[in-house]
């Protein structure tokens, strides 16, 4: 059988998958849970840490790289990020801003995309604006360094602690840049997500209405 044969199997069918790095895992295949099985996304459960780093996908690569995953194997979207609430609560926001007029401008629609997804949408901005702050100043850190560098060359009784301090600082507003600029990203798909589910739901519903 070949690998595209074995990567669509059914369920009932699922096995080992011989990948590159199968040696390094044991041989037991996660059984594919049931229905009820199945766990809540728990990313808003974990620390920062795990957030920063989605360690907390880590479970279902480890299953996905043993045996190829299946939908009941992935997670379940928590109740209050499910569309039908979000469209719920747009709808509450647009009713308020509103307020009895019939005709709804573009202005109405963004205050109340924003008052429904207020918390993703300042999420996503402050970490960006956390990276381009540590972008921006690394470059004035790494100038520092540059300078002790060449000032260390012409005074032996130079104290070379500062220099390490500037190196460090450098390399870890780099990693931080790094990471908020990554995670600031994959908050904002999430947000465009939410939006683009949102004003689907508004147009199935005006089109059924």
Not at 55 to 79: A, S
């Amino acid at each position: 059988m070949s690998d595209s044969e074995l990567e669509k199997q059914t369920p009932a069918e699922a096995a080992m998958q011989k990948r590159l790095f199968t040696f390094l895992f044991t041989k037991k295949v996660p059984p594919i849970p049931q229905e009820d099985e199945r766990k809540v996304l728990p990313e808003k459960r974990v620390n920062i840490i795990s957030q920063f780093f989605f360690l907390w996908m880590n479970p279902l690569l480890v299953v996905g790289y043993k045996r190829t995953l299946q939908y009941e194997d992935c997670f379940k979207m928590d109740d209050e990020e499910k569309v039908d609430k979000l469209y719920q609560t747009f709808v509450g926001h647009l009713e308020r801003l509103k307020n009895g007029d019939k005709k709804v401008t573009k202005m109405m629609l963004l205050k109340a995309l924003h008052s429904t997804l207020i918390f993703d949408t300042w999420t996503a901005l402050l970490i960006k604006v956390a990276s381009d702050v540590s972008t921006c100043c690394a470059p004035l850190l790494l100038k520092k360094l540059t300078d002790f560098v060449e000032f260390s060359t012409l005074d032996d009784n130079v104290y070379y602690g500062r220099g390490a301090g500037y190196a460090v600082g450098v390399a870890l507003l780099i990693t931080f840049g790094s990471l908020t600029n990554n995670y600031s990203f994959y908050r904002a798909t999430v947000l465009s997500c939410k939006v683009r589910s949102i004003l689907k739901r508004s147009l199935l519903e005006k089109s059924f209405h």
